[in-house]
Nanobody, 124 residues
Framework: QVQLVESGGGLVQGGGSLRLSCTAS????????MAWFRQAPGKGRDLVAA????????HYKDSVKGRFTVSRDDAKNTVYLQMNSLKPEDTAIYYC?????????????????WGQGTQVTVSS
């Protein structure tokens, strides 16, 4: 079992920045591909960014490319999402997830463990 705890969400003005953190416990963090998903009110859960277990492969949702950066620190069992130039449409609950498969997954159904989520609200 892997437990994931997100932090760093909050209220920010448009154009501002936030850094989300997700700390894992319960198993060897470096064995897992990690990802951030988000769910806006009335919408489905979408992949925002993913990072491979090696940290060498990263994937981003088109609408966040150039603004968001995903990274990981295996020594701290933590994955980060640096969010810059935030827009009101980035408002959502952000979830951290871990996948133990051979390849980095882009589909939420491939992720085995999920955090509780952290709210990000961007005002206009």
């Amino acid at each position: 079992q892997v437990q994931l705890v997100e932090s760093g969400g909050g209220l920010v003005q448009g154009g501002g920045s936030l850094r989300l953190s997700c700390t894992a416990s319960g198993h060897t963090f470096s064995l897992y591909h990690m990802a951030w998903f988000r769910q806006a009110p009335g919408k489905g859960r979408d992949l925002v960014a993913a990072i491979s277990r090696s940290g060498t492969v990263r994937h981003y949702k088109d609408s966040v490319k150039g603004r968001f950066t995903v990274s990981r620190d295996d020594a701290k069992n933590t994955v980060y999402l640096q969010m810059n130039s935030l827009k009101p449409e980035d408002t959502a609950i952000y979830y951290c997830a871990a996948a133990g498969g051979r390849l980095m997954a882009l589909d939420g159904t491939q992720y085995d463990y999920w955090g509780q989520g952290t709210q990000v609200t961007v005002s206009s």
